[in-house]
């Protein structure tokens, strides 16, 4: 079936018209390739006649007139639920570029009589009034407003935390405090003493503290961005996810031995503020889709040879490495996560802010508490600055894998090494 239905080839809509509108959606119908659905029927009862029994034939081998009206329903829904999917793919390239559609396409109807007469398939598409970006110079910082500083009591902390690991993994050291000695048997680039040490940590620390402030301001700017848009998500495809995600959390809670109503009542709740604080998620996780779709057109943003970083980044998200990666549908989702990630910084840099997602790679950092250590490589997941509801967070379950952070670790003559940016 696969080879049957290529997802890069376009070939599944024999004809597609818009029926209908209003000013939330599109409705259209569509009309199969006949030819295709032949091809992908046949295919299918093959695989399904072959394990029909009917008495007096030995398995499989039954006359086609015999086996068909036992299995005809099963593989004609098999068909169905094939085509539809990529139907529905489909159906929105063949959209004029300044429809904005929100949400999953809906299904309404789907017709047909016998598998020598095409399909046809009407669907809604939710749509918003087209937009642009605004003057995004009006939303520009300064470099004060990345100001920060680093004080001597987090200086402090994270040598004491470094000694602390190098001592245990040189436990016949007779160095009992950090001391000038120490600082040089750590063998970092230009330390020689305590004040070239301080200076390294400093500057370590001042770039992990500029690269989070840089984050969290962008974050903001995208937010009061989207306020002043003023996205209307159509009404319907919001209440539908709303809907949806309280089902699945009501599930994920159960898990716990408790039910819903006992959740909201120990967090002194009532289900419809509960609802209104995913609906309010939930419009901004579309209206997030919707910026960054409008920004990938307005800016041209395309994934290049040079933009391998953002691949990783991206597979690192999934716990794939990208060595291990072998399953396209995963390739396909960090495909589509790393150019959101290039378009964050392409965004960031017209900002002000520089690049903030690509140094995550191999920025390295120190903790207040005294280690520093690299991002691994998955241990950020801002693909969409989407702000999960804190109630769905708490309760759904952690499906990301992540790899260990790049801590500082000895080489074989006991030297602490902290890999540079």
Do not use: C
């Not at 939303?139 to 602390?164: C, M, R």
Request: hydrophobic content about 35%; charged content about 35%; glycine content about 4%.
């Amino acid at each position: 079936m696969s080879q049957i239905l290529n997802p890069n080839e376009q070939k599944v809509i024999d004809k597609f018209e818009v029926i209908g509108n209003t000013d939330d959606y599109i409705r259209v119908k569509i009309t199969l390739n006949s030819a295709l659905q032949r091809e992908l029927y046949e295919e299918i009862f093959k695989k399904h006649a072959q394990n029909i029994e009917i008495k007096g034939f030995r398995k499989g081998h039954a006359p086609r007139d015999m086996v068909e009206p036992k299995i005809y329903q099963q593989v004609m829904n098999e068909v169905i639920s094939a085509l539809v999917y990529q139907a529905a793919q489909e159906a929105l390239q063949k959209l004029d570029d300044d429809i904005l559609v929100v949400g999953a396409p809906v299904i309404d109807k789907i017709n047909y009589t016998m598998i020598e007469s095409p399909i046809t398939i009407e669907m809604k598409l939710y749509v918003v009034p087209k937009f642009k970006l605004p003057d995004l110079k009006k939303y520009k910082v300064s470099p004060k407003d990345l100001e920060v500083k680093v004080t001597d009591e987090q200086i402090d902390q994270a040598i004491q935390g470094i000694f602390k690991q190098w001592k245990a993994q040189n436990k016949d050291a007779k160095i009992e405090k950090p001391t000038d000695e120490w600082a040089a048997k750590l063998g970092l680039e230009g330390v020689k003493n305590m004040k070239d040490l301080r200076d390294y940590i400093k500057k370590l620390i001042e770039k992990d503290m500029k690269l989070h402030a840089a984050q969290h301001k962008f974050e903001e700017i995208v937010m009061k961005i989207l306020d002043d848009l003023n996205i209307k998500i159509p009404a319907e495809v919001v209440e539908k996810e709303v809907e949806t995600i309280l089902k699945q959390q009501e599930k994920d809670i159960e898990r716990y031995g408790i039910t819903l109503q006992q959740y909201l009542e120990y967090y002194k709740k009532d289900l419809e503020s509960f609802k209104n604080e995913i609906r309010k998620s939930v419009e901004t996780k579309y209206k997030l889709d919707l910026f960054w779709t409008v920004v990938l057109k307005e800016k041209g943003i395309k994934l290049e040879k040079e933009d391998a970083d953002y691949i990783k980044l991206a597979l690192s998200q999934f716990g794939v490495d990208v060595t291990q990666m072998n399953d396209p549908r995963i390739l396909l989702e960090a495909t589509r996560v790393a150019i959101l990630l290039k378009a964050q910084d392409v965004l960031a840099k017209e900002l002000g802010l520089g690049e903030i997602y690509r140094p995550l790679l191999k920025h390295q950092h120190v903790h207040a508490h005294g280690h520093s250590h690299g991002h691994g490589e998955g241990d950020h997941d801002h693909a969409t600055h989407g702000h999960e509801h804190e109630d769905q967070e708490n309760t759904k379950p952690k499906g990301k894998t992540t790899k260990p952070s790049k801590e500082t670790k000895s080489d074989k003559k006991g030297k602490i090494l902290i890999a540079d940016e």
